[in-house]
Nanobody
């Protein structure tokens, strides 16, 4: 079983910054992809950013130029640096990890979510 622990959420003013962290633990043979999703009140969960083990990144258009995803695969950790935050960024942010228990067993694991609130 793989567990993800997120931290770094909170309340900030518009224009401020936050850095989210997610640490995975458990029976992890390899990690293929780590990422962040978010869900605002009354909205569907959406992709924010992802990063592969090779360092390739992908961002939602709404956060390009403001958010930066990074990872330390050796430590099973992914980060999300959020700058120039807007009230529209207010949401619960979820960490997601895609990996393998072994050569033949893959998994997708989600964190519990951390609240990010941006005031205007």
């Amino acid at each position: 079983q793989v567990h993800l622990v997120e931290s770094g959420g909170g309340l900030v003013q518009a224009g401020g910054s936050l850095r989210l962290s997610c640490v995975a633990s458990g029976n992890i043979f390899s990690i293929n992809n780590m990422g962040w999703y978010r869900q605002a009140p009354g909205k569907q969960r959406e992709l924010v950013a992802t990063i592969t083990s090779g360092g390739s990144t992908n961002y939602a258009d709404s956060v390009k130029g403001r958010f930066t995803i990074s990872g330390d695969y050796a430590k099973n950790t992914v980060y999300l640096e959020m700058n120039s935050l807007k009230p529209e960024d207010t949401a619960v942010y979820y960490c997601r990890l895609m990996g393998s228990y072994s050569y033949t067993a893959d998994f997708v694991s989600w964190g519990q979510g951390t609240q990010v609130t941006v005031s205007s």
